[in-house]
């Protein structure tokens, strides 16, 4: 499995309301936000780290 594989619907509903309600704290007015995705992945245990970004996560994710 891959880690952007752990992306799931509930987890971007949680991650969602979370920047709802951080954006309302910071009284900030309407704008306009994007839930973006960044995955570290590993070639084995002395594998040099290698970063996935994902911009604009949506449900269904599919990753590419």
């Known amino acids: 499995m891959f880690p952007a594989e752990t992306i799931s ?5 949680r991650v969602r309301r979370a920047t709802a309600i951080w954006l309302r704290q910071q009284k900030l ?10 995955a570290v992945l ?3 245990p ?3 780290p290698r970063i996935e970004y994902y911009e604009n996560v ?7």
Request: proline share 4%.
């Open 9 to 13: 619907g509930k987890k971007l509903a």
């Open 29 to 38: 007015g309407r704008v306009q936000a994007r839930i973006d995705a960044a």
């Open 42 to 44: 590993f070639d084995g």
């Open 46 to 48: 002395a594998g040099k």
């Open 58 to 64: 949506s449900f269904p994710f599919r990753h590419v």
